[in-house]
């Protein structure tokens, strides 16, 4: 094939205009829709993310409410009092939360970067069900429609969580809630079709040669969350709509009154919510896997110990929604499940050493997706350490629904999984546009985030203990200087994303070219063209060598002098 | 019959266009087979509604109380059987390749899980407190635990910490001398928050709106009866759980 | 096809039967739409895990309602309802044999039957249990208006009975309207045959997980005393 690079490649236009958005609309090609993803993702991201800034703001001075005439008062002034003020600061959260837990933390990585490179890395074409990709895309956005609808009908009050008896009795005017529920509902839907996709793809149409263990890790961390999309989802959606019907034609089931039992709502939910962070967390991890092996130019430590481990968190994560129910649910129940909480720290702590050792005597690239995966591991290790004491159960009960639970879960979730997912997308971005983007930029926007991010959710930890529960709009004047502080910081951190906008928007424009193989890595998307063409590779990829055996194999399009093999050791021993 | 080892990918006919001359494996089920599994399937839903109107006729006609769980076994065993016949036979899974039937179980694995933690949680409700505390009977007309000290009963039903406390009132003979006994053990208690601990207390801070710093809540005078508004509607707000 | 073969009678549409691009055979798609549409019978499966669990809890909390509440339903007709289900499954796996064995007009007569026992099954729950049952008060929660109800938490049973049966109803209905899309495939396309059928399969997977999750729910709803 030539080397004219954008020959053929997925992001030719194929006509004029509208010929090019129906191209984009009726899209087949995975990486488009992977694309696609990837923009209403980021796009949602940013609704979310004003809606936390919001909250930020109303919660840097308790008393200075949303609608008492000032800037922030005339964007939100709804109503008179307090209890009106009260009103707006609860649909603000449940906005933040319900977004973006539903529509961006997990589409995020399976949907945008999964669905791009899970086929490539494979071997593959195309996903196993290509048209279910974009019906899941179209589902997406639907689900996001109702939501959107909701918000912009006045929102909701019952936090993202929709515990009965707040979801179904309150809120006289009941349209809102209804939508906001079918759309988690219908968004189900799409993690259900994502996942499914993806095990087929992983079983059926891995190129010959491709063994299990000749995958990449991200492979692994994605099949891994795409079993629990499937067996974990459908529960929220029965969950969905039975909370439907109890609230449009109060059947009873989770209304005391009429014999009926919230707690049994709260079981329902969590059974898919808690599995759900691991949806989140997983494909985070895999490109944890992928960033700190290839910029560390090593051989994976324990790449295995890692696979075994994501399939581990699997299964670990269905035995552990109890806890989050500590305070609401029998005692004997409470007891079991703080014990299984425990266990699933084993599989994360072997993944976590395992990448540390991958860095010890690598060949560290400074750039923006090496310090990404640091900062994830500082700061995923902060929060699933402060998971410890919220999962043992005396001291959760001092916790629970305190600003302490509200740290821990940003510093997993966002420390997390949204860390690595801007890592992810940095690390692949020369690769998926064919540009490359501003490494000195990069990096100051993940400097901006790193501290930003700290300085809002590392003071939340000490307000939690001392007693600053969530959810709340104001607060004592004890914990005033802590929510300023906070508050500065999520300044820091917009500032961080926009930086992050700036560069990617400038890499668009006038970005350099990319080449196929900017970071020497040596998986299979690293073989072809940057942008990828339509078929993905020309002829069926031949398996040479696994994806991260660096010391014996020289990357791809790269010159052999920028990564140089490791001199043979004395007496032939193997590395 | 016996699948090719490879049927997805034949490196010399890797478009698999003569793949169809060996019938891809594909299994078909006999029609005696099929027939056959239709007629156990129907005789064992005949068997099941006459297993559960038997009980009820032997617990009219004949006075033979069958228990509960008898009822409850038989009617489910007899389900499992013709579920599994339609999944084995009908669904083809005894044909197909074990990734399916993996996939399958994993699934009655996963709800396995959910139905048994949930009605542990919701079926053990209360049972580690009427072990601490006594059996909780409706209506308040307590039986519960007998504790007595010296011979003198205590108050049944009540929590361990209530229990105790009474124990020594009854020893030292008042509340009064109760109170300063437990002054020397408790020790100087602070009410009011500080910068380091945060303590609980009911109604609205004192003093949360008069407290004047440089250079904050300058419109103090303003917004008074906002504030005012605002400590009623805050001692109002019922916890968020 | 060239002018050579312009005498011949034309190939069914499933001789050569097209794959989709990223699968190297025709093998290998059909092998991959089965565990798809396993791994979507796992979610179905799923769903209803929810309401069996909802079903298990409430018994477990109020066992004479539940026990007085499938008084009220008439084993006769759930007995009625699981034979026709049974049979539609039976006339679903023939229509696997008959796509198999290129028998196709007994593949569309028994397309039809499935149909047509999915359609007794629906009527016979709609208009011989439901509308009697509603119109007596016998409705869930809210609606409950039944005078003669002999324990404290019957409307909570109803609630169960209606949203289980009634969920499952729905997957019968669109279990209906996938064979109806297949019977049109068959009959107006003609596109299944021993070397294509894995509409049929597909669809016909579907529709015994409809059937299988009625053989679990008819004992725990009209059995279990």
Request: charge should be negative; include cysteine; hydrophobic fraction near 50%.
């Amino acid at each position: 094939m030539s080397d004219h690079a954008h020959q053929g490649s997925y992001l030719t236009p194929s006509g004029g205009f509208w010929s090019v958005i129906w191209d984009w609309a009726t899209t087949i090609d995975h990486k488009k829709i992977g694309v696609m993803y990837l923009f209403t993702i980021l796009f949602m991201f940013f609704l979310g993310g004003m809606a936390a800034i919001a909250i930020r703001l109303e919660l840097a001075d308790p008393v200075r409410v949303l609608s008492d005439g000032t800037v922030t008062g005339q964007l939100f002034a709804f109503g008179d009092g307090v209890g009106a003020n009260n009103t707006i600061y609860n649909r603000i959260f449940t906005l933040h939360g319900a977004i973006m837990v539903f529509m961006v933390i997990i589409p995020s990585v399976p949907a945008s970067l999964g669905n791009f490179f899970l086929p490539i890395m494979v071997g593959a074409k195309d996903v196993a069900f290509p048209r279910l990709n974009l019906l899941s895309w179209y589902i997406y956005v639907g689900g996001s429609i109702f939501a959107v609808l909701s918000i912009v009908g006045g929102g909701v009050e019952t936090g993202w969580t929709f515990y009965t008896p707040y979801s179904t009795t309150t809120d006289p005017n009941h349209w809102q809630v209804v939508f906001m529920i079918m759309a988690v509902f219908v968004l189900g839907f799409s993690s259900i079709l994502t996942g499914l996709n993806f095990i087929v793809t992983v079983h059926k149409l891995r190129a010959p040669g491709m063994g299990w263990f000749d995958m990449p890790l991200f492979v692994w961390a994605i099949y891994s969350s795409a079993i629990i999309q499937v067996l974990a989802t459908p529960v929220i959606g029965i969950t969905t709509l039975l909370l439907i019907f109890e609230r449009l034609f109060h059947v009873g089931i989770f209304d005391p009154s009429m014999g009926g039992d919230p707690v049994l709502f709260q079981h329902f939910f969590w059974f898919y919510s808690h599995p759900v962070v691991y949806i989140m967390i997983l494909p985070g991890m895999g490109i944890i896997s992928e960033l700190i092996a290839v910029h560390s130019h090593k051989q994976i430590f324990g790449y295995r110990a890692i696979a075994f481990a994501s399939l581990g968190i699997t299964a670990v994560s269905f035995l552990v929604w109890g806890h989050h129910l500590f305070t609401s649910e029998g005692e004997l129940a409470a007891a079991v499940f703080s014990a299984l909480t425990f266990l699933v720290a084993i599989p994360t702590a072997i993944k976590m050493f395992n990448w540390i050792a991958t860095l010890y005597k690598g060949s560290i690239a400074i750039n923006t997706p090496m310090l990404y995966a640091l900062a994830f591991l500082f700061l995923f290790s902060i929060g699933g350490l402060t998971g410890l004491p919220l999962g043992a159960l005396a001291t959760d009960l001092h916790l629970h629904d305190s600003y302490f639970v509200v740290a821990h879960f940003h510093y997993v979730m966002m420390g997390g999984a949204i860390i690595a997912f801007i890592g992810g997308i940095h690390h692949w971005w020369p690769k998926m546009f064919g540009r490359m983007y501003n490494e000195t930029g990069g990096m100051i926007g993940c400097a901006l985030v790193f501290i930003g991010f700290n300085v809002t959710f590392f003071t939340q930890f000490f307000l939690g203990v001392r007693g600053m529960p969530r959810r709340y709009a104001t607060y004592v004047d004890e914990f005033q200087m802590l929510h300023d502080i906070s508050t500065v910081g999520s300044w820091i951190l917009l500032a961080g994303f926009l930086v992050h906008l700036a560069v990617f928007v400038h890499s668009l424009v006038a970005g350099k070219k990319a080449p196929p193989n900017p970071w020497g890595g040596l998986s299979l998307e690293w073989e072809i063209e940057s942008p990828p063409t339509t078929h993905n590779f020309h002829h069926e990829p031949i398996i040479k060598h696994g994806p991260y055996d660096f010391e014996d194999n020289v990357p791809p399009h790269c010159d052999p002098e920028d990564f140089p093999l490791p001199p043979p050791i004395e007496g032939g021993a193997s590395h | 019959m016996t699948e090719q080892t490879n049927t997805a990918f034949d490196s010399m006919d890797p478009h698999g266009f003569h793949a169809h001359d060996a019938h891809e494996g594909h299994h078909v089920v006999s029609l005696r087979m099929l027939v056959g599994v239709l007629t156990v399937l129907l005789a064992f839903t005949v068997l099941t509604v006459a297993a559960s109107r038997a009980e009820v006729w032997f617990g009219e006609a004949m006075g033979i109380v069958i228990p509960q769980w008898v009822n409850v076994a038989v009617a489910m065993s007899i389900a499992v059987v013709k579920g599994t016949l339609v999944l084995m036979f009908f669904m083809q899974l005894y044909y197909d390749k074990p990734l399916n039937t993996i996939i399958f179980s994993s699934c009655l694995f996963a709800f396995a899980l959910f139905l048994g933690l949930t009605a542990l949680d919701l079926g053990s409700r209360g049972s580690i407190y009427s072990w601490k505390s006594g059996e909780i009977i409706a209506g308040g007309n307590s039986v519960g635990l007998v504790r007595s000290v010296d011979g003198i009963a205590m108050s049944q039903n009540v929590p361990i910490q209530v229990w105790a406390k009474e124990v020594e009132i009854n020893e030292l003979g008042s509340v009064e001398a109760f109170e300063i006994e437990a002054a020397h053990h408790r020790g100087h208690v602070d009410t009011a928050s500080t910068a380091d601990v945060s303590r609980p207390r009911a109604g609205a801070t004192p003093g949360l709106f008069d407290a004047t710093e440089p250079g904050s809540h300058e419109d103090d005078a303003e917004h008074g009866d906002e504030a005012e508004q605002g400590e009623e509607e805050h001692a109002d707000d019922t916890s968020d759980h | 096809m060239t002018t050579i073969d312009a005498g011949k009678a034309k190939e069914p549409a499933w001789e050569h039967p097209p794959h989709a691009e990223h699968f190297r055979s025709h093998a290998e798609e059909f092998d991959a739409c089965k565990i798809g549409m396993w791994l979507f019978l796992t979610t179905e499966v799923l769903l209803f895990s929810g309401l069996f669990c909802m079903y298990a809890i409430f018994r477990m909390m109020y066992p004479e309602a539940f026990a007085a509440g499938s008084h009220h339903l008439n084993s006769t007709l759930g007995m009625v309802n699981t034979i026709v289900l049974l049979l539609s499954s039976f006339t679903m796996a023939m229509c696997i044999r008959c796509a198999q064995l290129n028998k196709q007009g007994w593949l569309k007569i028994n397309l039809l039957l499935t149909v047509a026992f999915g359609g007794i099954f629906l009527f016979v729950k709609i208009v011989f249990e439901y509308m009697p049952k509603w119109a007596l008060g016998k409705r869930p929660g809210y609606l409950f208006e039944y005078p003669y109800a002999e324990t404290n938490h019957e409307q909570i049973w109803w609630s169960v009975y209606y949203c289980a049966t009634g969920v499952h109803g729905f997957h019968v209905l669109v279990g209906m309207i996938l064979i109806l899309w297949v019977f049109w495939g068959a009959s107006v396309k003609k596109k299944y045959g021993p070397k294509h059928y894995t509409g049929v399969e597909i669809v016909g997977l579907y529709w015994h997980l409809v059937d299988l999750i009625w053989i679990f729910l008819f004992p725990l709803l009209y059995l279990i005393h």
